[in-house]
């Protein structure tokens, strides 16, 4: 018998425990790990079936967050809540959008252009708004044409998930017709409380200059059909550092730049690489 069950996870032991007790260990792990364990035995995927089990993964302002949501959420269990806000939920009249990282439960953001400072944002010979079927948010800004371009925005550190790495992204498409958007004077930086990072960015790398790796890791094409760039890394401690401050600008080669179409910027949980291999 000893020989016939070497190698295999013992889970006898588990499926001895109330399903609540199993539900109890089982919330010190992650979603991720919850899906795969249901699969181990009975034991685990009754207690995978939990609403306390889930509880635990939503944010505990999450009856704050659904007062806040654009439509109604009716969801029959916590489970089904749970991967029902891994999708896009629209809050704040449809200005800023709710996610949670699916394999984590980490909080994710993304703001609309219309809660940030966009400077010439209300000179129509500059900036348009528009309105895309396939973004997130009713508005978008196209800049029509300028030689300053700069983008600005803050989102209160107590929104996102404590003791966390966060990245920030720009999401944006550009115009056929775009032209002064290739420059290597371009600037991204996040600041939190005295912590800070700047780096040089670019809306359109340089293959030439830039190896493949860095090109993917910097720009990457999203499902949703939009392009999202990396700005910097903040990390959120205990969330009580104020607002998270992001820029981007092109101010210092002022010569006229047109096409770009702005969707927001995205607040995400900071993957390695090799998780994002795990998790593909």
Known sequence: MAT??????????????????????????????????????KSFFAAAQSDLLWESFLPPDIAE??????????????????????????VDEGKLSFQLDRPTGKQTYMQSPETMYIDWINHPQYWKWISL???????????????WLAIISNIDSRLLSQKT???AYMIYKLNPDSYGLDSNSQKASIKLGAHSQEQRVSLI???????????????????????????????NDQGDAGEIEIKFLD????HWKKGLVFAGF??????????????R
């Open 251 to 254: 101010i210092e080669e002022l």
């Open 4 to 41: 016939e069950n070497r190698g295999r996870p013992s889970t006898c032991g588990f499926s001895m425990l109330p399903e609540e007790c199993i539900s109890y260990v089982l919330s010190f792990t992650s979603p991720c790990d919850i899906c795969r364990l249901s699969l181990v035995s």
């Open 65 to 90: 967050i659904l007062s806040r949501a654009t439509h109604p959420v009716d969801c029959s269990s916590r489970k089904e809540l749970y991967f029902r806000l891994c999708q896009p939920l629209l």
């Open 133 to 147: 079927p396939d973004s997130r948010f009713s508005k978008q800004a196209e800049l029509v044409s300028v030689c």
């Open 205 to 235: 790398p340089d293959d030439e200059e830039d190896d493949e790796e860095e090109v993917e890791k910097q720009i990457q094409l999203r499902e949703d059909g939009w392009l999202e760039m990396v700005l910097g890394e903040i990390y």
């Open 266 to 279: 995205e607040m995400r949980p900071t993957k390695r690489k090799m998780d994002a291999e795990l998790l």
């Open 165 to 167: 790495m966060y990245t």
